[in-house]
């Protein structure tokens, strides 16, 4: 979860685990959704991942609810260089981390001990979201969405 205050701050807070069914995601990502109502649902799309946005749209029909707007991203870059586009927000404190909330620990630990750590699906996240956040506020969808 990304969250952008009026002025500008990012507030992110993660969920999730390294070894969750697709489907336990999925579900968890629409409570997400139901919760926040965001003005985006990134899903990456790369190879077999695919397959998650149609997954995750026929759980909302099932369900019967109203879709948040999915947004798909193929990444082309490399993992590495994509995370240390996150360097300069946490660096200049524009970017804080949830206080309290175990994905938040996963997600700061993750972060700390990149590119060196076991793990780092949560920074990677954190960057699509943010990039996909950086496309809407500049193009103007959340502005509309809001008014």
């Given at each position: 979860?990304?969250?952008?205050?009026?002025?500008?701050?990012?507030?992110?807070?993660?969920?999730?685990?390294?070894?969750?069914?697709?489907?336990?995601a999925?579900?968890?990502?629409?409570?997400?959704?139901?919760?926040?109502?965001?003005?985006?649902?990134?899903?990456?799309?790369?190879?077999?991942?695919?397959?998650?946005?149609?997954?995750?749209?026929?759980?909302?029909k099932?369900?019967?609810?109203?879709?948040?707007?999915?947004?798909?991203?193929?990444?082309?870059?490399?993992k590495?260089?994509?995370?240390?586009?996150?360097?300069?927000?946490?660096?200049?404190?524009?970017?804080?981390?949830?206080?309290?909330?175990?994905g938040?620990?996963?997600?700061?630990?993750?972060?700390?001990?990149f590119?060196?750590?076991d793990?780092?699906?949560?920074?990677?996240?954190?960057?699509?979201g943010?990039?996909?956040?950086i496309?809407?506020?500049?193009?103007?969808?959340?502005?509309?969405?809001?008014?």
């Amino acid at each position: 979860v990304l969250v952008r205050d009026t002025y500008g701050n990012l507030y992110a807070d993660g969920s999730g685990s390294q070894r969750w069914p697709v489907e336990e995601a999925v579900d968890v990502g629409l409570e997400l959704a139901r919760l926040w109502q965001p003005d985006g649902f990134v899903i990456e799309v790369n190879q077999f991942q695919s397959l998650v946005k149609a997954m995750f749209l026929r759980r909302v029909k099932e369900l019967g609810l109203v879709p948040p707007p999915v947004y798909t991203v193929d990444n082309r870059v490399k993992k590495t260089v994509r995370i240390r586009r996150l360097g300069s927000y946490l660096e200049n404190k524009t970017l804080r981390l949830q206080g309290g909330s175990s994905g938040a620990r996963i997600l700061g630990e993750q972060l700390m001990t990149f590119p060196n750590g076991d793990h780092d699906d949560f920074p990677d996240s954190l960057e699509m979201g943010l990039r996909t956040m950086i496309r809407l506020v500049n193009t103007g969808v959340t502005a509309r969405r809001r008014s």
